[in-house]
């Protein structure tokens, strides 16, 4: 399973149709040191690799419409037998074109001499100015030279342009190859977490709990966790991004997964809650409720045509008259959302866009004003939750919270894809009713 290099085409004919005169220019991912000599495994850049489908580092990629033989260009690493004993094997110039069919493939050392022939030609340059400095500058640098030459020639590429906006609006709606993929990738995410909840009981460690998890992807043929595994219990669970997963867990308390798998380089994103001895407590039961109905109502919204904010903002409705319902909140429901005042408990938006990244890109606004509509092929996570830390601040006005509540973090969290006429939830496998929480 994974994405024929038909797509990958099609994807590089619509970039240049984009583009028209432009030039646009594409860096691989830099490998990424763990320690010392110590590199971590290696995961190329999402919007390359969307075009290209090529996972080496030191790699250039060139889409240039207006040259007369090389529409697409690869930049390459030469194949070292010497080299590929150490680090492993490298695709090379030759194959770059049979494999990946590249129009013209160079070493990528011939980068700075075969590059200005790709650029005299072109209107603009497309080019995102991100975290590789050096590149950067090589960038800017045949920018430079060409603009010297334009009261000459009366021809350069005026404009430095982000290719961001163009890659972003394609990579949003997912291909049905895409949706295969991260159909199975909500799959095996989805075993790991009933796996998850199998496993847990009082007196096992949270990092035992992600072990069987991430056993459980490379199993299934992921290749391996898409973000840091959250494995947290107790009051761990009011911590977002919790990942030291060390606290030994005990009866009576809550443990909260947040957890999914990378396949085929799409991503799964699954959040579940439930109590580690086998029951709520009725202050536990009471706030997992109210998350479990904010987020049935905040699915029930994910449909085409629908601005993105609306699954949002009725999440926020449901947390709030939930919390005033217990009396942790007082006051007017709707001024208490203008005024912000329900984010000691709920901090976060509702969901994000999922692909292949964990959070995808694409706009959510076109402005200030107007959100992005949903559309048949967009795919977001809906994940509301209620965090009650231990340290918790009420907002001016608002009451203090007992005991009693603090210490209680919840959240769910499911994958969705958006539908010509709804909406179909990737990841159903994994039960969250109370009854199915307290039975497993």
């Not at 489908?53 to 419409?65: M, Y």
């Not at 709606?173 to 799959?187: D, F, H, N, T």
């Not at 069987?212 to 219990?233: D, N, T």
């Amino acid at each position: 399973m994974g994405i024929e290099q038909q797509e990958y085409r099609q994807r590089q004919r619509e970039l240049m149709s984009k583009i028209g005169g432009g030039t646009a220019i594409f860096r691989s991912a830099p490998l990424a040191t763990m320690h010392n000599d110590v590199e971590y495994t290696y995961r190329q850049e999402s919007s390359f690799y969307y075009l290209t489908g090529f996972n080496e580092p030191e790699a250039v990629a060139i889409f240039a419409p207006h040259h007369e033989e090389h529409q697409y260009v690869l930049f390459v690493q030469p194949k070292d037998p010497e080299q590929e004993t150490w680090t492993g094997y490298r695709c090379g110039v030759e194959a770059a074109k049979e494999i990946y069919g590249a129009d013209e493939a160079y070493p990528i050392a011939d980068l700075n001499e075969k590059l200005p022939q790709y650029l005299i030609n072109s209107d603009r340059i497309y080019y995102h100015l991100g975290n590789d400095e050096k590149f950067n500058q090589t960038i800017i640098a045949h920018w430079q030279r060409l603009m010297q030459g334009y009261q000459k020639l009366g021809t350069a590429p005026l404009a430095l342009e982000d290719t961001r906006p163009l890659t972003f609006a394609m990579r949003l709606v997912k291909s049905p190859g895409e949706i295969a993929l991260m159909r199975q990738a909500a799959k095996i995410s989805a075993m790991a977490h009933n796996r998850a909840r199998e496993f847990a009981q009082p007196g096992v460690y949270e990092y035992q709990v992600q072990a069987e998890i991430e056993h459980v992807f490379r199993k299934e043929g992921a290749i391996g966790i898409a973000y840091p595994s959250i494995v947290a219990s107790g009051a761990n669970a009011c911590i977002l991004h919790y990942i030291e997963n060390n606290r030994q867990m005990q009866d009576h308390e809550l443990l909260l997964v947040d957890a999914g798998c990378s396949y085929g380089y799409y991503n799964g994103d699954i959040t579940r809650t439930f109590p580690v001895g086998g029951k709520f407590t009725l202050e536990q039961k009471a706030l997992y409720e109210i998350v479990l109905e904010a987020q049935l109502k905040a699915i029930e919204e994910v449909q085409p045509g629908k601005p993105y904010n609306e699954f949002h903002d009725l999440a926020v409705c449901v947390i709030v008259q939930g919390l005033l319902d217990l009396g942790l909140l007082q006051g007017d429901l709707t001024e208490i959302i203008q005024e912000e005042k329900y984010k000691p408990f709920y901090m976060h938006r509702t969901g994000h866009w999922l692909g292949l990244d964990v959070h995808d890109v694409g706009v959510y606004k076109h402005d200030a004003e107007t959100w992005q509509n949903l559309t048949p092929g967009h795919i977001v996570t809906v994940e509301p939750g209620i965090y009650i830390s231990p340290n918790i601040k009420p907002a001016e006005g608002q009451p203090e919270i007992p005991e009693q509540w603090k210490g209680i973090g919840i959240r769910i969290e499911d994958d969705l894809l958006v539908t010509s006429n709804g909406h179909e939830v990737l990841t159903s496998d994994v039960p969250k009713s109370i009854a199915d929480m307290e039975n497993s």
